[in-house]
T-cell receptor, first 115, second 113 residues
Framework: GENVEQHPSTLSVQEGDSAVIKCTYS??????FPWYKQELGKRPQLIID?????GEKKDQRIAVTLNKTAKHFSLHITETQPEDSAVYFC??????????????FGKGTHLIIQP | DTAVSQTPKYLVTQMGNDKSIKCEQN?????MYWYKQDSKKFLKIMFS???????INETVPNRFSPKSPDKAHLNLHINSLELGDSAVYFC????????????FGPGTRLTVT
């Protein structure tokens, strides 16, 4: 089955600096890579996703890059703000035309924004 | 209010008891899931249902039995609860094979004493 590795487990950055979280996956058939943000005591919420036919996607201060050859993808947050502090999860799955696709999650990165 | 909802939000029970967690979504999604998040925050899929049919059944003890009466509901029944079952259980839903986002419920924090 799919295996997703995520690094680092904890990341502390100064407010205003950039943060980068990296993930690798094992199954070359995976073609869908979402990122979730989970604040303390809350549910995971999708913040951005990318498909294997796209190399990069950006949404305001958040961007995700995908390298299919190397089987890794990264989350980039620029101009970090205190409200960016949370646990971030990467995930991978094979999205098919029918049936259900089970996401395999990385173990999460605790992002701490230092004021 | 469109969302994925779960009940109860907190559940404290003793070892050996049987308990159920309910999940409902009104997003019109055809696929529903149960995830377990342990104390180390690791999110792991347990079950996936598509149109009331079990699609994914990861290696979970058979004390856990999901039931989907219709596309909008996926309940989780747990028999003979054990200390290791303590975790937060998240229900989620999505539309299989499309680009719609996967929405998670608020979670049920289960504590087994």
């Amino acid at each position: 089955g799919e295996n997703v590795e995520q690094h680092p487990s904890t990341l502390s950055v100064q407010e205003g600096d950039s943060a980068v979280i990296k993930c690798t996956y094992s199954d070359s058939a995976s073609n869908y890579f979402p990122w979730y943000k989970q604040e303390l005591g809350k549910r995971p919420q999708l913040i951005i996703d990318i498909r294997s036919n796209v190399g990069e996607k950006k949404d305001q201060r958040i961007a995700v890059t995908l390298n299919k050859t190397a089987k890794h993808f990264s989350l980039h947050i620029t101009e970090t703000q205190p409200e960016d502090s949370a646990v971030y999860f990467c995930a991978a799955s094979i999205r098919s035309g029918g049936g259900a696709d089970g996401l395999t999650f990385g173990k999460g990165t605790h992002l701490i924004i230092q004021p | 209010d469109t969302a994925v909802s779960q009940t109860p939000k907190y559940l404290v029970t003793q070892m050996g008891n049987d308990k159920s967690i309910k999940c409902e979504q009104n997003l019109g999604h055809d696929t529903m899931y149960w995830y377990k998040q342990d104390s180390k925050k690791f999110l792991k899929i347990m079950f996936s249902y598509n149109n009331k049919e079990l699609i994914i059944n990861e290696t979970v003890p058979n004390r856990f039995s999901p039931k989907s009466p219709d596309k909008a509901h996926l309940n989780l029944h747990i028999n003979s609860l054990e200390l290791g079952d303590s975790a937060v259980y998240f229900c989620a839903s999505s539309h299989a094979g499309t680009s719609s986002l996967r929405a998670f419920g608020p979670g049920t924090r289960l504590t087994v004493t």
